[in-house]
């Protein structure tokens, strides 16, 4: 239902508080005004009083009434009358309709100084008479009526009322306009949404916002949401299609193992297939390991087991296990490490990955009697690693590809690997918030630089 929509909500309480306080607010200016008004009309009656008196101080009645000009009894063009009442003898002055109208004999016991009103079943209006008595008794007594008051009231309570209805009709628009600019964020996710549940795809993208209100920022907040989201479902995708195209190879060389076994029933033939399928098996264990560590990495989802290790230590084991491997080419590994700290804090095994494979290509790819040089230092707020050799090089072409999976260059196609060890090496150190950089040339060699942080981790001296 359209009363249903928060925005029209919105809209008809933002209309019923402005026409509750313009109601206020007239009111109050109405009685500041009515107020205003009568404080004048008791001014100008004490002003009245105050010159009969004087006048009658000094002549009596005969001299009051002398000086009453009864054909205009008006101050400042507002009728009036003056009643004078001495013993029994009573002097009422001013316009005759109202000395039928009203019942003057009301008038009889007022006390000096004493606003007393007047009321007509004839008149919509009152009278105001203020009274004065003199020394010798005689009462004085002069009255205005609250007509103009009563006639301003209701010319104004016409004019709100004439007011009131386009205020109501603006403060509609004005609230819902506002009510929808307020919420449209918020509908627009909601738009959006219902077009990913009815269409089933994430193409549609949820519209960002640049103002800094409560609502942007849950739209914005729900916007990264979907944003992961479809990235986790995107790597889901992708790892499926890796893991078919990766798990094919391998499954194909067990059928076939299994095959030549169940037709031989030699055991050494037996031994040996049974051995190579188990061979295999690790290949795809391998292979599932490192799609899964990836595609975690890359959705912000790998899990890191930290713990403070020596890093110099780490790093010369794997330079120890890799110079076996490098002799059979008579290449040199050399650790110059120039950083005074040995204590690090992060995932040990998996930057042990790190690198053995940065070591592995390194020696894969150097030509025979080269150097593979790794230097440790501090530069800024990192540790840097640097593996460089002076091997095949990467192309310009190529370089900016080498970190995607199953991505082989055409010079390393010939080496055997699965296209993984780079992919996994950037997965590693960005999950440690790190960076990896690159630079080669070909037949010049590479070098491969990793920056793990140091300014957000536990590190220790070594004493």
């Given at each position: 239902?359209?009363?249903?929509?928060?925005?029209?909500?919105?809209?008809?309480?933002?209309?019923?508080?402005?026409?509750?306080?313009?109601s206020?607010?007239?009111?109050?200016?109405?009685?500041?005004?009515?107020?205003?008004?009568?404080?004048?009309?008791?001014?100008?009656?004490?002003?009245?009083?105050?010159?009969?008196a004087?006048?009658y101080?000094?002549?009596?009645?005969?001299?009051?009434?002398?000086?009453?000009d009864?054909?205009?009894?008006?101050?400042e063009g507002?009728?009036?009358?003056?009643?004078i009442r001495?013993g029994?003898?009573?002097?009422?002055?001013?316009?005759?309709?109202?000395?039928?109208?009203?019942?003057?004999?009301?008038?009889?016991?007022?006390?000096?100084?004493?606003?007393?009103?007047?009321?007509?079943?004839?008149?919509?209006?009152?009278?105001?008479?203020l009274?004065?008595?003199?020394?010798?008794?005689?009462?004085?007594?002069?009255?205005?009526?609250?007509?103009?008051?009563?006639q301003?009231?209701?010319?104004?309570?016409k004019?709100?009322?004439?007011?009131?209805?386009?205020?109501?009709?603006?403060?509609?628009i004005?609230?819902l306009?506002?009510?929808?600019?307020?919420?449209?964020?918020?509908?627009?996710l909601?738009?959006?949404?219902k077009?990913?549940?009815?269409?089933?795809?994430?193409?549609?993208?949820?519209?960002?916002?640049?103002?800094s209100?409560?609502l942007?920022?849950?739209?914005?907040?729900?916007?990264?949401?979907?944003?992961?989201?479809?990235?986790?479902?995107?790597?889901?995708?992708?790892t499926?299609?890796?893991?078919s195209?990766?798990?094919?190879?391998?499954?194909?060389?067990?059928?076939?193992?299994s095959?030549?076994?169940?037709?031989?029933d030699?055991?050494?033939?037996?031994?040996?297939?049974?051995?190579?399928?188990?061979?295999?098996?690790?290949?795809?264990?391998?292979?599932?390991?490192?799609?899964?560590?990836?595609?975690?990495?890359e959705?912000?989802?790998?899990k890191?087991?930290?713990?403070?290790?020596n890093?110099?230590?780490?790093?010369?084991?794997?330079?120890?296990?890799?110079?076996?491997?490098?002799?059979?080419?008579?290449?040199?590994?050399?650790?110059?490490y120039a950083?005074?700290?040995?204590?690090?804090?992060?995932?040990?095994?998996?930057?042990?990955?790190?690198?053995?494979?940065?070591?592995?290509?390194?020696?894969?790819?150097s030509?025979?009697?080269?150097?593979?040089?790794?230097n440790?230092?501090e530069?800024?707020?990192?540790?840097?690693?640097?593996?460089?050799?002076?091997?095949?090089?990467?192309?310009?072409?190529?370089?900016?590809?080498?970190?995607d999976?199953l991505?082989?260059?055409t010079?390393?196609?010939?080496?055997?690997?699965?296209?993984?060890?780079?992919?996994?090496?950037?997965?590693?150190?960005?999950?440690?918030n790190?960076?990896?950089?690159?630079?080669?040339?070909?037949?010049?060699?590479?070098?491969?630089?990793?920056?793990?942080?140091?300014?957000?981790?536990?590190?220790?001296?070594?004493?």
């Open positions: 239902m359209f009363l249903n929509r928060v925005n029209v909500r919105i809209a008809l309480t933002f209309t019923l508080f402005s026409t509750i306080v313009s206020i607010i007239f009111s109050a200016l109405s009685l500041l005004i009515v107020g205003f008004l009568k404080s004048e009309d008791i001014q100008q009656m004490r002003y009245q009083l105050e010159v009969l004087s006048k101080d000094k002549g009596g009645i005969n001299r009051v009434i002398e000086d009453i009864i054909s205009n009894m008006q101050y507002k009728p009036y009358f003056i009643r001495k029994p003898s009573v002097f009422d002055m001013g316009p005759t309709y109202w000395k039928h109208a009203f019942n003057y004999n009301d008038l009889e016991d007022n006390i000096s100084g004493e606003i007393e009103i007047l009321s007509s079943p004839q008149f919509s209006f009152n009278l105001n008479v009274t004065y008595i003199t020394d010798d008794n005689t009462v004085l007594q002069t009255g205005i009526s609250d007509q103009y008051r009563s301003f009231i209701r010319i104004l309570n004019i709100f009322f004439i007011l009131l209805i386009p205020l109501v009709i603006l403060s509609m004005f609230g306009w506002y009510s929808q600019k307020t919420l449209k964020p918020v509908i627009d909601t738009s959006t949404i077009g990913i549940i009815k269409t089933g795809t994430m193409e549609k993208k949820i519209q960002k916002y640049s103002s209100n409560e942007s920022e849950l739209v914005d907040l729900f916007s990264k949401l979907f944003e992961k989201n479809e990235n986790l479902i995107k790597g889901m995708k992708e499926l299609d890796n893991v195209h990766d798990l094919r190879t391998p499954l194909t060389r067990i059928r076939g193992i095959e030549v076994a169940i037709t031989n030699d055991p050494e033939v037996l031994r040996d297939a049974l051995s190579d399928s188990i061979e295999e098996i690790d290949s795809i264990i391998k292979i599932l390991n490192a799609l899964l560590d990836i595609t975690a990495s959705n912000g989802v790998l890191l087991d930290k713990t403070e290790f890093i110099k230590e780490m790093l010369e084991k794997s330079l120890d296990l890799y110079s076996f491997i490098a002799e059979d080419k008579m290449i040199k590994i050399r650790l110059i950083y005074n700290n040995y204590i690090y804090y992060g995932d040990e095994i998996k930057l042990r990955q790190v690198v053995a494979n940065l070591l592995d290509n390194a020696v894969k790819y030509d025979n009697g080269s150097i593979i040089e790794v440790v230092f530069n800024m707020d990192y540790l840097v690693i640097e593996v460089k050799d002076n091997g095949i090089g990467i192309s310009d072409d190529e370089i900016n590809n080498i970190w999976r991505f082989r260059s010079r390393s196609r010939n080496e055997p690997g699965l296209g993984l060890g780079l992919s996994m090496v950037k997965a590693i150190v960005v999950a440690h790190g960076m990896v950089e690159v630079e080669s040339k070909l037949q010049e060699g590479s070098l491969f630089r990793i920056k793990l942080p140091l300014q957000k981790i536990n590190i220790k001296e070594i004493n």
